[in-house]
C-alpha cells in the first residue's frame, strides 16, 4: 500500500498516508499475531463474524480469558514501535523527486499486485481485506435476515397439526453452551461430574453420536434451531412451528441478548408469546447463574395454556468457566488428569468440570419441576457446539477454524414423563450418527407435530431414519475427517 503515497506530490499528504499505514500495519500484525498465537490458525470470515456478534461484556470475558503475558508484552512492543516511528522524522520517505513516468509505473505495479492476489486468492488470509469482505457480508446478511421475519409469531409452516389426542402437554428444551460431552460422567468421563443424571440413567436417553455443525453458537443454532438453514426463500424456526401447532410458547434466557445488532437467536427468541432474558450484565457486571432462569420457568408452568413449548438458553459451561458455577459446586480442585500440566490448563480443566457438574444440577431441577405436573411432557437438553479442554490441545475454548473433535462432540439427553411414553412410541438407537442441523425435524417428530416438508429421514427418532454425511465447520467431514493431524 505504500505504493500509492506515489501518486501525491505534497510532502504532508505523503507523511500523512505513511503514519496512518504503518498504524494500520502494526494493528493487522498485533491482531493476527495474536489470533495465531491462541488458535493456532489464521483469521477467517466465521471469527470476524464471531466477534460482530458479541458485546462488551463477552468482548470482556474473552480477552481476560485468553490474554496473556507474552501478548501484553508483544502489544508492549508494537507500542513501543509506533511511538519510535512519530518520534524519529526520518522515519518517513519522501517519495516527491520521483518523476510522473516512474510513479506511473509503480501505480501501475500496484493494481497488478492487487490482481495477481486476487486470482491466485492469495488476499484471502489477508486481515484487512479479510476483515472489510467479512464486515460486508455480515452486514448484508443482516439486512437479508429482515426478510425472512423470523421474529414473527407465524412462519411459512403449512399444514402443521400437533397429532396427540391429550389435551394438555409441556415440552421443555434446554440448550446448553459450550459443552464437551467427554467431561460428562455419564458420558465415561473420569470424574462424576454428572451425579443427577446418573442417578436418572433409566430414565434419561443418553444420545452418544450427536455433533454440531459448528462450533460457535450463532453458526450452530442458526441450523439447528431454523427448517432451511436460511439456505432456501423462506424459513421458519422451532418457535414458530410450536405457535402454529397450538402451543404457547415461552424463551427463557440467561445469555446475553444482543451485541452490535440483534442476533438470530434473539429473532427467533422474540416470536414467541413470552419471552425473557435475565442476563443484562454490561461491562464491569457479574453475570447470573443459571438458577435464575428457574422462578421464570416455575411462572410458565403455572400459566393456564393447556400446551406450553418452553425452550431455555443457559450459559453452561461457557468461558470464564469459573464464574458459572457457586463457591458451594466447587468439588473439583485436585489436579486432573491432563496431557498438559501447567497451573491454567489444571486450573481451567478443574473450573470446566465445576461448571459442568452445576450444569448437572440445574438439568435436574428442570426435571423435578416439570415432573411434578404429572402429564405428558418431556425435558429435552443439547448443548449448542462442544469446547477444546486440554484434551489434544494446549488450548480451552472453541473455533470452526483448526478444530478438535471435543468442539462437536455434544451431549444430547431426553427425559419423557410417564403419560408421554405412553403415548408416543420413539425408535431409539442411541448410537445413531446425528448433527443438529437437522433438528427442526427430530423436535417434530418427538412432539408428534406434522408439517408440509417434514422429514422423517431426518429424525433421530425415526424408524425411517437414514444417517448422512455429517458436516461441519469450513466444509469437513466430520467422520472422515484426519483429527490427529490436527492434534499436538
Keep these: ?22 498504524v494500520v500495519f502494526l494493528i493487522c500484525l498485533f491482531f493476527e499475531t495474536a489470533f495465531y498465537s491462541l488458535f493456532k490458525t489464521q483469521f477467517s470470515a466465521s471469527a470476524i463474524f464471531i466477534a460482530l456478534e ?12 485468553y490474554i496473556d503475558t507474552p501478548i501484553i508484552l508483544f502489544f508492549g512492543s508494537l507500542t513501543c514501535c509506533l511511538f519510535l516511528f512519530f518520534r524519529n522524522k526520518s522515519s518517513f520517505f519522501n517519495l516527491i523527486l520521483l518523476s510522473k513516468k516512474k510513479k506511473f509505473l509503480a501505480g501501475g505495479f500496484f493494481i497488478v499486485i492487487l490482481v495477481t492476489l486476487k486470482v491466485t486468492k492469495l ?3 489477508n486481515f484487512p481485506y479479510l476483515l472489510f469482505k467479512a464486515s460486508y457480508e455480515y452486514y448484508d446478511e443482516q439486512k437479508k435476515m429482515q426478510a425472512f421475519h423470523i421474529d414473527k409469531p407465524v412462519g411459512s409452516f403449512v399444514n402443521v397439526e400437533h397429532k396427540t389426542k391429550n389435551k394438555q402437554a409441556t415440552y421443555v428444551l434446554i440448550i446448553g453452551e459450550s459443552t464437551n460431552k467427554n467431561h460428562l460422567g455419564v458420558y465415561g468421563y473420569y470424574r462424576q461430574t ?17 455433533i454440531s455443525s459448528h462450533a460457535y453458537t450463532i453458526g450452530s443454532l442458526k441450523e439447528a434451531l431454523t427448517l432451511n438453514n436460511f439456505k432456501k426463500q423462506e424459513e421458519a424456526s422451532i418457535i414458530q412451528l410450536m405457535n402454529q401447532a397450538g402451543f404457547k410458547t415461552f424463551w427463557l434466557s440467561n445469555q446475553r441478548p444482543i451485541g452490535p ?27 447470573p447463574y443459571d438458577e435464575v432462569l428457574l422462578p421464570y420457568l416455575e411462572k410458565a408452568l403455572r400459566d393456564p395454556a393447556p400446551k406450553k413449548f418452553v425452550v431455555l438458553h443457559i450459559l453452561g459451561t461457557h468461558l470464564k468457566y469459573k464464574d458459572r458455577f457457586p ?15 501447567s497451573a491454567l490448563a489444571l486450573s481451567r480443566r478443574n473450573d470446566y468440570d465445576n461448571a459442568i457438574l452445576y450444569n448437572d444440577y440445574i438439568i435436574e431441577q428442570v426435571i423435578k419441576k416439570v415432573e411434578q405436573k404429572n402429564e405428558s411432557s418431556y425435558v429435552f437438553y443439547f448443548a449448542d457446539h462442544g469446547e477444546e479442554m486440554y484434551e489434544v490441545r494446549d488450548f480451552a475454548g472453541h473455533l470452526d477454524d483448526n478444530p478438535t473433535k471435543g468442539m462437536f462432540e455434544i451431549p444430547f439427553l431426553l427425559w419423557q414423563s410417564d403419560k408421554f411414553k405412553a403415548e408416543n412410541k420413539l425408535h431409539i438407537d442411541l448410537k445413531r450418527p446425528y448433527v443438529l442441523d437437522d433438528f427442526i425435524h427430530s423436535l417434530a417428530d418427538l412432539s408428534q407435530i406434522d408439517f408440509t416438508g417434514k422429514k422423517n429421514d431426518k429424525s433421530i427418532f425415526s424408524e425411517k431414519f437414514i444417517p448422512k454425511t455429517r458436516i461441519i465447520g469450513e466444509n469437513l467431514d466430520f467422520d472422515n475427517y484426519d ?6
Design 261 to 287: 445488532f440483534e442476533s438470530l437467536v434473539t429473532k427467533i427468541s422474540k416470536a414467541s408469546n413470552v419471552y425473557n432474558y435475565t442476563n443484562s450484565a454490561i461491562s464491569g457486571s457479574t453475570t
Design 123 to 125: 488476499i484471502v488470509p
Design 54 to 65: 458479541t458485546n462488551i461484556a463477552e468482548a470482556k470475558e474473552f480477552l481476560q480469558f
Design 483 to 488: 483429527w490427529e493431524s490436527n492434534e499436538e
Design 327 to 341: 463457591e458451594k459446586f466447587k468439588k473439583f480442585t485436585k489436579k486432573p488428569k491432563s496431557k498438559f500440566n
Design 194 to 210: 454428572t451425579p443427577n443424571i446418573e442417578k436418572r440413567r433409566k430414565d434419561i436417553l443418553i444420545y452418544d453420536n450427536v
Design 1 to 22: 500500500m505504500l505504493l500509492t503515497v506515489l501518486w501525491f506530490n505534497s510532502v504532508k499528504i505523503q507523511y500523512i498516508l505513511q503514519s496512518i499505514y504503518y
